[in-house]
């Protein structure tokens, strides 16, 4: 049974930090490509960033970075200097983006469930 279990959400203040985790269960990065969303409050759920298992680290959104470990089978997004249009779902997912910087929806196998990230102003 292949699945992804999303954590690290919660309450910030503007300007804090938090880092998320994506833990895959079942299958190895190397399978998949793994992709970080989000979907704010009344908005269309967007695509944040997207890795692959012989990655490194990327930076995006000038404040973000998307990391794994496959040692430990996790993706991270470091989330830093967030701001309240930070505030949304967060969501991971497991497919094959292909080359774009942002992936899209339809690249998408399966979804692990969301962890909310609220940022106070």
């Known amino acids: 049974d292949v699945q992804l279990q999303a954590s690290g959400g919660g309450l910030v203040q503007v300007g804090g930090s938090l880092r998320l985790s994506c833990t895959a269960s079942?299958?190895?990065?190397?399978?998949?490509?793994i992709a970080w969303f989000r979907q704010a409050p009344g908005k269309e759920r967007e695509g944040i960033a997207r890795i692959s298992s012989d990655d490194g680290a990327a930076s995006v959104k000038g404040r973000f970075t998307i990391s794994s470990d496959n040692a430990k089978n996790t993706v991270y997004l470091q989330m830093n200097n967030l701001k309240p249009e930070d505030t949304a779902v967060y969501y991971c997912?497991?497919?094959?983006?292909?080359?774009?910087?942002?992936?899209?929806?339809?690249?998408?196998?399966?979804w692990g469930r969301g962890t909310q990230v609220t940022v106070s102003s």
């Open positions: 079942g299958f190895t990065l190397d399978a998949f490509d």
């Open positions: 997912a497991a497919g094959s983006y292909g080359d774009a910087d942002v992936p899209k929806e339809e690249g998408a196998d399966f």
